[in-house]
């Protein structure tokens, strides 16, 4: 592993992120949209990673988003018994979005992002220090 490699890994770690955070915002963007072009309410999506180890021994690498999914979790029903979307019991079918789970989501993507920054940034100055090791 060359000291080069950290900035791949973490720019890895970045995009991946960055990719979480934009599903959750969509997730929460719509968290009320009763349906979609289909007649079907929106259905939340969730991220999966999956590691890029290069090194098969010790697993180094990065991380990349593997795919996005669909929740399986059901839709919320509220009763709204005048609306024109409302089965013979008066319940309108909701999407699927957690707005507290979402939260949590983005916080823990939005740390996660800040300490790979962090990782970019210490991992510079270091190599700047590195540097300036024959000066002097």
Known sequence: ?????IFDIAGSALQ????RM???ASNLANANSITDPEGEPYRAKQVFFESLASDKTRGI??????EVQDDPAPFRLEYQPDNPLADEQGYVRMPNVEPVHEMVNMI???RSYEANVEVMNTSKQI???TLTIGEG
């Open 1 to 5: 592993m060359t000291l080069f490699s």
């Open 127 to 129: 190599m700047m220090k």
């Open 16 to 19: 991946a992120q960055s990719q």
């Open 108 to 110: 823990s993507a939005s």
């Open 22 to 24: 934009n599903v959750t």
């Open 61 to 66: 690498g990065g991380v990349r988003v593997r």
